[in-house]
């Protein structure tokens, strides 16, 4: 009965570390130049067909809060002086 | 007088030792350390590992759900009756504790009662913004993210106290409350 309470917590654990839900950031190289401005990377995701909600900088990319044209949650990460987009994340 | 009691028996030395009490039950006892897993774990993987945390917040939800619950209809010491105090009480056992003089309660005492009321209050809020986060509604809305962090960070330094609070407790009764909070046991010692 004791190993039950250590179980629970154990299996948690052991979940948690799992490579099957490592997700999440992105990486962004040679950033060193000019960064684009919020409102042209917005304009750059509107374009490309997201609706746009928020820009953000994360780490190294500007990270895009958007729906896709299905209506999709998406955060998109994308190079903050040639404004590429480095990955495209769909919320769960 | 020809009774043998299991105590004596296994003692060896004639002194009986002092009478162990059942205090947490099983489903405090998983709740806790589980809690424990879960928070950390929600902690480390933010903004990591989106899928990990939005499960163990999920996860949080659910075990402060099932808490609430047996808050109400669980065991003796689980019951929020056996552990809510009146604002009074707690600001004079919390003097009292400054002077390392406090009374010794077998279930929580009126600090630690209080600070379990605050911590469920704060992780419910904590999944209510996180979940908020998750919905199109609220998608992007910085407000939401920024509530939810100082949630988060609040609660932190409650568990900080919360930690602090159990050392200061064990030492003032030379007692291993963490233990107590593995095994469920603690020692119904006289009162001093
Ligand atoms: C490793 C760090 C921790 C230790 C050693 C610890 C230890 C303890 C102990 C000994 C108790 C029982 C207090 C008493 O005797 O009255 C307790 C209760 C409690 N702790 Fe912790 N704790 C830790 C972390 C946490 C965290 C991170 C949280 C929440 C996020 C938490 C939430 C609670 C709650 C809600 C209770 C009340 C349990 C119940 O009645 O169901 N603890 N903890």
Not at chain 2, 115 to 126: G, Q, S, Y
Request: net charge negative.
């Amino acid at each position: 009965m004791r190993k039950l309470y250590f179980a629970v917590p154990s299996i948690i654990a052991a979940l948690s570390i799992s490579p099957a839900f490592a997700s999440g950031g992105a990486q962004c190289e040679n950033t060193s130049g000019e960064w684009l401005s919020h409102e042209a990377i917005s304009t750059m995701a509107t374009e490309m067909g997201y609706d746009v909600r928020r820009v953000e900088t994360d780490d190294s990319c500007y990270e895009v809060y958007a729906f896709d044209q299905s209506g999709r949650r998406v955060e998109i990460y994308m190079h903050p002086v040639t404004g590429v987009v480095v990955k495209v994340e769909h919320d769960s | 007088m020809t009774e043998l009691h299991i105590d004596q028996a296994t003692d060896g030395g004639g002194v009986t030792p002092p009478p162990k009490v059942k205090v947490w039950d099983p489903v405090v006892r998983v709740f806790h350390w589980s809690l424990v897993t879960a928070f950390f774990t929600a902690w480390i993987s933010a903004e990591e590992w989106d899928r990990v945390h939005e499960w163990m917040g999920y996860l949080v939800l659910g075990l402060i759900t099932v808490r609430i619950l047996w808050g109400i209809i669980g065991a003796r010491h689980a019951r929020f009756a056996d552990f809510v105090y009146r604002p009074s009480t707690i600001l004079a056992f919390l003097r009292d504790s400054t002077h390392l003089r406090a009374k010794r309660y077998l279930g929580h005492n009126p600090a630690g009662g209080a600070m379990v009321m605050a911590l469920l209050a704060c992780l419910a809020a904590v999944s209510a913004t996180g979940i908020m986060l998750t919905s199109d509604t609220f998608w992007g809305v910085e407000w939401v993210e920024e509530l939810h962090e100082f949630i988060v960070n609040l609660t932190l330094g409650l568990v900080g106290l919360h930690i602090a609070g159990v050392v200061v407790a064990s030492l003032e009764h030379r007692e291993n409350l963490v233990g107590s909070m593995i095994t469920g046991w603690k020692t119904n010692l006289p009162k001093r």
